[in-house]
Structure formats: C-alpha cells, structure tokens
C-alpha cells in the first residue's frame, strides 16, 4: 500500500502543522526548509494574564508569534503614568525587529500562547527571505492603518461609538477564526473596565454606562461582567458608526 503524500504539510514540521501563524502569519511567507530552521531554533510555551513578556527600555533578545490569547502593549512615561496603546491577537507578530531596546511593555491581557524564537535567527531570516521581510512589512502597514483609524476613534467618535469601536475590535481579532459573515460573536473582554477606559481616554463610569446602555438596547448580552455575545453584529457595527 503506497502512503499518500500530504503535499499542504510535506516538509512542514510537527510544531509548524498546525499553527495559524504559518498560514495567516508571517511565517506564511517561509519555504519548507525555512520553516525546519525555524523550528529548530523555536519553542512553543503559554504565559497566564498578567505575565509582562517584555518591558519597556529593555534589551531585545527574541521575538514571538502570537498563537492565542490578546497581547496588552503600553508605553509608560517618566513620571510613572500608563497609557494603553494597542492590542495584539493570533496570528500577529509581536516584536520590532532590528531595535536594540523595547520602546512599549508587552504584557498578556488574557493566558496567551507564543512561539518564540531568538532575535538573531528572525533578523537573519529577514535579510535572506524577501517574502518575510513582505509579510512583517505588511502586518506593520496594517498596523499604521489601524493606529489611524483609532485616532479618528478617539478624537471623534461619541462616547457610545467609542464603547462599541472597542467591542468591534475584539470580536473580530480575539478569535482566529472568527467570520465575520456569520453575523454574531461570543467572547470574554480580555480588558477590565478600568483597562477599556484607559484605552479609550474615558471614565470607568463611563464604560460601564455605555455598555448598560448597549444592553438595554439588546444590541449586546453581558454574562458575568466579561462574558459578551453580539446576536447581530451588524447592529453593533451601526453603533460604532462603522
């Protein structure tokens, strides 16, 4: 009996298989071989909520792909004082190559799964895959796209469209495999209340208003103050003013 040849895994190591990274991530853009020198160098591990997995101003020694869970990213000022200025999900790539220092502290805002790898295989693998070096390019524009249009978020948006701005943004990036055509989403807030007003620039009472108020008009169901299910998510979508 001749064994069938996978030809979507033949040369693709175990640890790579499986893993969103490969296919939507950056490591989509890496050859068979590339990936077996990857893999050699990486390992898989989970972190719990709360783990700070770089800090600011410290010393870059590797990078990792986010294979699960949401990635808190903070820039702390010289005074002590906190901002929240993004969020990262699976399959993003979480790291800056080619700087010598962190500028932003990572830290996981749910238990988060990694594949990590040392700074100088990825950095070596950009000079030699022009693919690569695409694929981080392109998740860093998407990034400067994002960046902007939270801007407008938070410079223009009502207190409501900025509540559901946020609601938006976690049900379609906290699941991989979220479809946006199936018109509904279930998920936990991976932010306290406390977070989402830092995140947003409002008030804790504020947050809490604004999301009893998306309740009451069944736009959204709360189950244990983080459990959120959008019935429709294009009602949700209307009132982000999307």
Not at 55 to 84: C, F, H, P, W
């Amino acid at each position: 009996m001749i064994e069938r040849l996978d030809v979507h895994s033949a040369g693709i190591p175990v640890l790579c298989q499986a893993c969103e990274a490969r296919h939507r991530g950056v490591c989509g853009a890496l050859e068979p071989d590339q990936l077996v020198a990857l893999a050699k160098t990486s390992s898989k591990h989970r972190v719990t909520s709360g783990s700070e997995l770089i800090g600011d101003m410290e010393a870059v020694d590797g990078y990792s792909n986010i294979l699960s869970g949401v990635v808190k990213l903070t820039k702390t000022l010289s005074d002590g004082r906190e901002q929240i200025v993004g969020l990262q999900f699976a399959p993003d790539f979480l790291g800056r190559p080619f700087r010598e220092e962190s500028a932003l502290t990572a830290q996981a805002a749910t238990d988060v799964s990694l594949c990590s790898f040392p700074r100088a295989t990825i950095e070596g693998m950009l000079k030699r895959s022009p693919g690569l070096e695409h694929r981080l390019l392109e998740q860093t524009l998407r990034e400067l796209d994002e960046a902007r249009d939270w801007m407008v978020t938070l410079g223009r948006k009502t207190a409501g469209e900025k509540v559901a701005s946020f609601l938006m943004l976690i049900a379609t990036y906290i699941d991989p495999e979220f479809d946006p055509r199936s018109g509904s989403a279930v998920f936990d807030l991976p932010l306290t209340r406390a977070e989402i007003a830092d995140f947003l620039g409002l008030t804790i009472e504020t947050v809490s208003r604004q999301l009893t108020k998306l309740k009451a008009d069944k736009v959204i169901e709360i189950e244990n103050n983080r459990r959120i299910t959008v019935e429709n998510i294009e009602r949700l979508r209307f009132r982000a003013g999307l």
